[in-house]
């Protein structure tokens, strides 16, 4: 079955620290993975996409990995802010009809 | 640039009632979702369209429908709410030249069905 989980759940940190959320999946065949910004009653944000090929692509203080042999990700924050606080989305395309399946989201609490 | 744009924010329905959620875009995507989202759960793919006057299933397409008359609008039609039919729904397009580029999200809308 193709599944995407996330973890840890949630997440709370001070302002400034680093963290890092990860991500597994069992989707076949791959095309690519994304990870989502979600705040509060608000819709995703993209952030990164990835496709087979590469291993770190990065926007600004958000670096996304990818093991594409172990079907691992990471999204690495540096320098946390109080506007980093939301639900970070793991997203995988593939599967047989190469549509998105979204993972459960972790939830990052940042306070100053 | 507006982007995804989704009418209303909120509504409660309550059970047997219908109603219309809209969605527009003003890139020129061709791709449009349609997408539920529970608490605690992933998003879930409710109906696509990959162009004007095509649409399909997703996931979870029982009691919804669906229209893609133009290009710039997807709207989604609830017949006969039903309490599982709470949650939050978003709309979404995609840039038309692939797979890999990314979707636009609008900002959601909640639907509570008492």
């Known amino acids: 079955k193709n599944q995407v989980e996330q973890s840890p759940q949630s997440l709370i940190i001070l302002e400034g620290k680093n963290c890092t959320l990860q991500?597994?999946?069992?989707?076949?065949?791959?095309?690519?993975l994304r990870w989502y910004k979600q705040d509060t009653g608000r819709g995703p944000v993209s952030l990164t996409i990835?496709?087979?090929?590469?291993n770190t692509k990065s926007n600004g203080r958000y670096t996304a990995t990818l093991d594409a042999d172990t079907k691992q990700s990471s999204l690495h924050i540096t320098a946390s802010q109080l506007s980093d606080s939301a639900s970070y989305i793991c997203?995988?395309?593939?599967?047989?009809?190469?549509?998105?399946?979204f993972g459960t989201g972790t939830r990052l609490q940042v306070f100053p | 640039n507006a982007g995804v744009t989704q009418t209303p924010k909120f509504r409660i329905l309550k059970i047997g009632q219908s109603m219309t959620l809209q969605c527009a875009q003003d890139?020129?995507?061709?791709?449009m979702y349609w997408y539920r989202q529970d608490p605690g759960m992933g998003l879930k793919l409710i109906y696509y369209?990959?162009?004007?006057?095509?649409?399909d299933k997703g996931e979870v397409p029982n009691g919804y429908n669906v229209s893609r008359s133009t290009t710039e609008d997807f709207p989604l039609r609830l017949e006969l709410a039903a309490p599982s039919q709470t949650s939050v729904y978003f709309c979404?397009?995609?840039?038309?030249?692939?797979?890999?580029?990314?979707?636009?999200f609008g900002s959601g809308t909640r639907l509570t069905v008492v």
């Open positions: 979404a397009s995609r840039d038309p030249r692939g797979a890999y580029y990314g979707y636009t």
């Open positions: 991500c597994n999946y069992t989707v076949s065949p791959f095309s690519n």
């Open positions: 990835m496709t087979f090929s590469e």
């Open positions: 997203v995988v395309s593939g599967g047989n009809t190469d549509k998105l399946i």
């Open positions: 890139m020129n995507h061709n791709y």
């Open positions: 369209s990959v162009g004007a006057g095509i649409t």
